[in-house]
């Protein structure tokens, strides 16, 4: 029996309800495979957590996460608490202190979508970001001077370390020549930012001379953006600082379809740490404990822990019947054009997948 020890933080909002769903078919998984097993261990590190007694997780949260071989992550944010207490006390630390430095995000319209941007074909959006994760514009470096005066000032440093993008550029890299992309579009915009960015573009051109099979492309943000929409056919890897990166992959998410259909993998590639799996999309508050959030990001993260945990065949498995269900299209939520509640489309995958076995 292979046995993967598995942290599930389901979180706050609708983060319980598609995590649920999410750990039905990783069960489902397991009989269809019969020799592997994955032991859950939930936590409630949450904002009601935080209400309570003032922590996101105990102070030795990240010790206990270290044990495992990956997490789970639902959702993590409440109107009762500031997103820069709950963010910066639970995901981030984990995304930090682990080294998950890619953070991997298919842009990939499924069978059986349609893309709001016309006419555009499933073969024509199918592409990765690789947002780096660990620092960037999300530094907590700075600070706040004259608090209160006429004259109070905030100072937030964006840190480039030539460490911290040469890996994730290298990861980047080797993943257009693993999928035969050709090209590799790293997100810049030394046209406005004149130390951090062309700094960036030197790795970005350095890294690119060992890869001569592929193209390298320094595209500015601000055009990168547009192209998502004009040309998505034309990307192939993406890669991008963690603010840009963050903010492209919104984008990503809506041209195929929603958030709630997009995972995340956050990755770190040594597997000297646990990886972080994840939908992009957050809490949802606004639909809360309605039942029909849409569980397929947060399926299609567990299909990308299996990916990683070395189970490809298994990975691709859900994926496939994630489509295969959205083909039918009897079984939507309403994010997606239909009635269905969110345990229904559940089951109705788990239903495919062991079908499709
Ligand atoms: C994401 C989210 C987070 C991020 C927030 C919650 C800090 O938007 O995972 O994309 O910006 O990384
Ligand atoms: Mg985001």
């Not at 995000?105 to 016309?118: A, N, Q, T, V």
Request: charged letters at 20%.
């Amino acid at each position: 029996m292979n046995r993967y020890s598995v942290a599930v933080i389901a979180g706050d909002g609708i983060g319980p309800e598609v995590m649920a769903e999410g750990l039905k078919v990783l069960q489902a998984v397991e009989r269809i495979h019969g020799g592997l097993l994955f032991e859950r261990r939930a936590f409630d590190w949450n904002c009601r957590r935080y209400l309570q007694c003032g922590r996101m997780m105990p102070e030795n949260g990240l010790e206990i996460l270290r044990e495992f071989d990956a997490i789970l992550l639902g959702a993590i944010g409440s109107p009762m608490v500031p997103d820069h207490i709950s963010v910066w006390e639970l995901i981030l630390p984990i995304r930090r202190q682990f080294q998950q430095y890619v953070n991997l995000r298919p842009i990939k319209l499924l069978r059986g979508l349609e893309s709001p941007l016309r006419y555009k074909q499933h073969a024509e959006l199918d592409f990765v970001v690789v947002r780096e994760n660990t620092e960037g514009e999300y530094s907590n470096m700075g600070g706040r001077l004259h608090v209160n005066t006429p004259y109070e000032l905030a100072v937030q440093n964006n840190v480039f370390t030539r460490f911290g993008c040469e890996r994730v550029i290298r990861y980047a890299f080797s993943l257009a020549e693993q999928r035969g992309a050709g090209c590799v579009t790293a997100a810049t915009k030394s046209n406005g930012i004149n130390h951090s960015m062309p700094f960036w573009d030197e790795v970005v051109r350095e890294v690119g001379r060992g890869y001569p099979g592929l193209q390298v492309q320094l595209t500015h943000i601000d055009a990168l953006v547009s192209y998502f929409i004009s040309r998505p056919e034309s990307m192939g890897v993406v890669v991008a600082s963690n603010l840009f990166g963050d903010i492209l992959t919104d984008l990503g998410a809506a041209i195929v379809g929603g958030l709630g259909l997009s995972p995340s993998g956050n990755i770190n590639p040594e597997k000297t740490f646990p990886s972080m799996f994840e939908p992009i999309h957050g809490s949802a508050p606004d639909i809360a404990g309605q039942g029909i959030a849409n569980p397929i990001a947060q399926i299609w993260s567990i299909s990308m822990m299996l990916d990683h945990l070395g189970y490809p065949e298994l990975g691709k498995l859900v994926l496939d019947s994630i489509e295969a269900v959205l083909q039918e299209g009897l079984i939507r939520t309403p994010d997606i054009g239909g009635t269905a509640t969110t345990a229904e489309l559940g089951a109705a995958i788990v239903d495919k997948l062991m079908q499709l076995e």
